[in-house]
């Protein structure tokens, strides 16, 4: 990153920038050695209107307009053709504030909203995040120029607060008719991992445990769950169907957990209850 720098930097000076800062800047790093770059530090906030691709493109654009198109010629006012006319100098246009999703359904494309700007590289990374997961082709194509986190705030991005909760939701999304087939496979992988745990005959589980345990994986696998809803009527039956050889052993404690045990280890459970 600091190479990245270090040459926008030599291009903007090239380019004919007079902002001392600039000049200080490239003067310091062009003395440090490859390995003392390295352990060169900054701000993000700093680092943005350095590489800031528009200033860049307006330094160019400024540079080409300077450039003399034909040979210097001698003292003297030059000829013009008869008719010509003097080109004017034509006013910096503001760079037009459009809803970074304005290619989406959701997007209401008017003025009914207010567009905000994006300023930080914490809702860079909620940008990148949507690009990484979202499903939506308009959704992907709106954020497909964004690479790194500063790169939001560097382009000059807007959005609407409800088009960037709409395409959270839309990137976070489950296909609900994929939602009993999904259950199926935390199922079957619930129910493997307690045939592996209590395949030594010295381990018991408990219910709670179990249920924990399902819950994971039902948001590793980002099936919508209730955190307070409790699976474990629903989690006894499915053991009971799928592991037979599986006992639950009730607790003589009032309010723990039934506990899952091998039958053959049943014994060895009872004895492990308080008496």
């Known amino acids: 990153m600091t190479d990245e720098i270090l040459q926008h930097c030599h291009e903007r000076v090239s380019l004919g920038d007079t902002e001392s800062d600039i000049h200080r800047l490239l003067n310091y790093l062009s003395g440090l050695n490859?390995?003392?770059?390295?352990?060169?530090?900054?701000?993000?906030?700093c680092r943005k209107p350095i590489v800031n691709k528009n200033k860049i493109e307006r330094l160019r654009k400024r540079s080409r307009n300077d450039s003399p198109v034909c040979a210097p010629r001698g003292p003297g006012r030059p000829s013009s053709a008869v008719g010509s006319v003097r080109p004017k100098r034509s006013k910096t246009i503001p760079k037009e504030q459009v809803c970074l999703f304005s290619n989406c359904d959701f997007c209401p494309k008017n003025d009914s909203e207010p567009l905000h700007r994006v300023l930080t590289d914490s809702m860079g990374k909620t940008l990148l995040q949507i690009k990484q997961k979202t499903p939506d082709d308009h959704v992907r194509i709106s954020v497909a120029d964004l690479e790194e986190p500063g790169d939001a705030s560097a382009l000059e991005k807007h959005y609407h607060r409800t088009c960037l909760r709409s395409a959270q939701?839309?990137?976070t999304r489950t296909d609900h008719s994929n939602v009993p087939l999904i259950r199926s496979v935390c199922d079957a992988q619930l129910v493997l991992a307690i045939q592996n745990t209590l395949s030594d005959e010295d381990v018991t589980?408990?219910?709670?445990?179990v249920n924990d345990a399902y819950l994971s994986i039902l948001k590793r696998d980002r099936v919508d769950v209730n955190e307070s809803e409790n699976y474990r009527k629903y989690l006894k039956r499915l053991i009971s169907e799928r592991l037979p050889e599986v006992k639950f052993v009730t607790s003589l404690r009032r309010n723990e957990p039934d506990r899952l045990v091998l039958s053959t280890a049943v014994t060895m459970a009872m004895d492990y209850s308080p008496q």
């Open 34 to 45: 490859e390995g003392e770059l390295k352990y060169v530090r900054y701000h993000s906030e």
């Open 205 to 209: 589980l408990s219910m709670a445990e």
């Open 169 to 171: 939701r839309i990137s």
